[in-house]
């Protein structure tokens, strides 16, 4: 049975600790809310992008890319991200476990020959991956890009993402992340970034049908032509961001349920303290009364 003392130092530990979670939950909370608002702020250039590309697929024009050129699989690249830091409960396993999931389902749709690259961003997810042992899956943790990376990286690594099409070092390009719903709701999606499809990027014909008529000037395929290397830009940006807003929202649940369970532990202790403390002076009363009687 613990003594008073000890109860005590326990009490103080564990009021420590919900003073810590408190804290970190305040600050992921912060931090959070910063990933939404440049998630708001990134919304008007995608679509504007969008709204372009909508008019020039609206256009009676032709229009080619090296970009929607849909050819036959034979290496695939998985782009992943997860967190840098811990203390976020189970969004990297989560994540991990919709990797595997996304291999398996490849394998199905471009055969067992074909060879798969995935790309971890994010230290932890990085960790995870590497322990990856399935045949002709190989691991490449892109250097100096990270879950923080500021737009530059990003910029940068898009390009060479893209490079890396267009050099036909691989074939397609799908991107698994954490859509960002609100702080208690983050789901696993995963998007075809190359090969372009108007389908996965939500340029869907009514989008397209609603244009206004416009004079292209340069010509329509010119222009398509650079606006795709944006938008495409413009998805890489989006994914951060997600990916950003939804660690620290798994980082406030996971903060808020160590808080909790601190509290539950302090009342229990404080309770148990309290009726130790109680039957202590009890017990010295009795004695005082005891000695005074004899």
């Known amino acids: 049975m613990a003594t008073l003392r000890e109860l ?12 810590i979670t408190g804290v970190m939950r305040m600050t992921s909370s912060a931090k959070m809310h910063k990933a939404e608002l440049k998630l708001k702020q990134l919304v008007p250039f995608r679509s504007q992008v969008e709204t372009v590309i ?3 697929l609206s256009a009676d024009a ?10 036959e699989v034979h290496s695939a690249t998985i782009v992943v991200w997860g967190s840098d830091d811990g203390l976020c409960g189970a969004y990297n396993v989560n994540i991990f476990k919709q990797l595997v999931a996304l291999i398996t389902k490849l394998r199905k749709d471009i055969g067992d020959d074909a060879r798969i690259c995935v790309l971890p961003v994010g230290a932890k997810i990085a960790k995870a991956v ?6 002709n899956v190989a691991v490449d943790v892109p250097q100096g890009v990270s879950a923080k990376s500021a737009d530059n990286v990003v910029k940068d690594f898009t390009r ?49 049908n609603a244009s206004r008529p416009y004079i292209f000037e340069p010509d329509a395929n010119t222009i398509f032509n650079k606006s795709l290397p944006l938008l495409i830009l413009s998805v890489m940006q989006t994914v951060f961001c997600e990916n950003q807003a939804s660690e620290q929202a798994a980082r406030v649940m996971a903060m808020q349920s160590a808080n909790d ?12 303290y309290n009726k130790l403390r109680q039957q ?10 005891g000695g005074q009687i004899r």
């Open 130 to 135: 590497r322990k990856l042992r399935l045949h």
């Open 160 to 208: 060479r993402l893209v490079d890396s099409f267009l050099n036909g070092d691989t074939d397609r390009i799908d991107l698994l992340y954490m859509n960002f719903k609100s702080v208690s709701r983050q789901r696993p999606r995963v998007d075809t970034l190359i090969p372009v499809t108007t389908a996965a990027l939500g340029l869907d014909d009514k989008k397209s």
């Open 261 to 272: 369970n601190a509290k539950k532990l302090l009342d229990q202790l404080r309770l148990e």
């Open 280 to 289: 202590s002076i009890t017990t010295e009363l009795l004695d005082i009364v």
């Open 54 to 56: 909508g008019n020039l």
């Open 8 to 19: 005590k130092g326990r009490i103080g530990s564990v009021a420590s600790s919900e003073k």
């Open 62 to 71: 032709a229009f080619s890319s090296p970009l929607l050129e849909a050819r």
